[in-house]
């Protein structure tokens, strides 16, 4: 029997780097953008700041996740990496979602989250801990997940993620507000309820 082994990721760089640019008189197109003439690279290129000032939270689920990309950060091109700030107000959820193109690392800088995600078919396992300043949690490529503060005051977390779009697929925002909508037909007998609770669920989203 031949067993074949397949690892998914962002394609290797074939050069130091490739900061981001718009126009392509000045740049070679390269993953996706142009990448600017290392010549010109300068220091800001690959510098970042803001991740300091805290996010509004107030929205329906009591959370921001800021998300800083190549498109944001052009130093990041053909890196391979990404990563955000997350806040939480008070009792506030970073829904579950997967992100299809990337495996996640969270450390929490303040407050106590309760976080998790969910194993594959069939087994859909629940694998959760509650997390304090300074802990460090997994969310595996594509896999549903979640955070959660439980704890009395807001809460901060930095996010890493392995590629340079990690994409982000929140599952009811998906399931429910898609557009054009789902059919009621699909989604009464996926979820094994009338249509009455389906067109509640979709005037939510």
């Not at 429910?176 to 939510?204: H, M």
């Amino acid at each position: 029997m031949t067993v074949f082994l397949v690892s998914a990721s962002d394609p290797s760089p074939l050069q130091d780097f490739c900061v981001a640019v718009n126009d392509s008189r000045i740049g070679v197109f390269v993953n996706g953008k142009f990448c600017k003439d290392p010549n010109l690279t300068t220091a800001d290129d690959f510098y970042f700041t803001g991740l300091n000032i805290p996010r509004n939270t107030s929205n329906p689920v009591g959370s921001v996740a800021t998300l800083i990309t190549a498109d944001i950060y052009p130093g990041l091109n053909t890196l391979g990496i990404a990563f955000a700030r997350v806040d939480f107000a008070t009792n506030g959820l970073n829904p579950p979602h997967t992100h299809p193109r990337a495996s996640e690392i969270l450390t929490v800088l303040e407050g106590t989250l309760y976080a998790g995600f969910v194993t594959s078919n069939p087994d859909n396992r629940l694998i959760t801990k509650v997390l304090y300043p300074g802990d460090a949690f997994v969310f595996p490529v594509g896999l549903i997940h979640f955070q959660l503060n439980i704890g009395n005051t807001s809460a901060v977390a930095f996010a890493a993620f392995s590629s340079q779009n990690p994409g982000r697929i929140d599952i009811a925002n998906a399931v429910f507000g898609s557009t054009p909508p789902l059919s009621n037909d699909v989604l009464t007998k996926a979820f094994q309820v009338d249509e009455d609770v389906i067109r509640d669920l979709q005037a939510q989203f």
